[in-house]
């Protein structure tokens, strides 16, 4: 069964950092395309960065561009998400999600799931 951890969410001033990590067991990580979704009060998830299996193809949404990396490290199972420069919109649950399809921007392509991680930004 594949299982899904995410950790480092928490309360920050806006213009700080947070670093939030995700750690796959239960499968082949390597063969994930790996996805951080923010989820918002009233809205679905969305895709905010996105990286592929080979690590070759990355995504991250333009209003995240410049504050965001991706990262992960198939030895450690592990994707990771650097969050600079933070700003009360990127307040939210943050999901970390595997898929074996492609990197995907639709939630409905992602097949495995984490519990979520709050973030919040206050200003």
């Known amino acids: 069964q594949v299982q899904l951890v995410e950790s480092g969410g928490g309360l920050v001033q806006a213009g700080g950092s947070l670093s939030l990590s995700c750690v796959v067991s239960?499968?082949?990580?390597?063969?994930?395309?790996m996805g951080w979704f923010q989820q918002t009060p009233g809205k679905g998830r969305e895709l905010v960065s996105g990286?592929?299996?080979?690590?070759?193809?990355?995504f991250t949404r333009p209003s995240k561009k410049g504050r965001f990396t991706i990262s992960r490290d198939n030895a450690k199972n592990t994707v990771s998400l650097n969050m600079n420069s933070l700003k009360p919109e990127d307040t939210g649950v943050y999901y970390c999600?595997?898929?074996?399809?492609?990197?995907?921007?639709?939630?409905?392509?992602?097949?495995?799931w984490g519990q979520g991680t709050q973030v919040t930004v206050s200003s």
């Open positions: 999600a595997a898929n074996t399809d492609g990197l995907k921007m639709n939630e409905r392509s992602y097949k495995y």
């Open positions: 239960g499968g082949i990580f390597s063969d994930y395309d």
């Open positions: 990286i592929s299996s080979s690590q070759a193809t990355t």
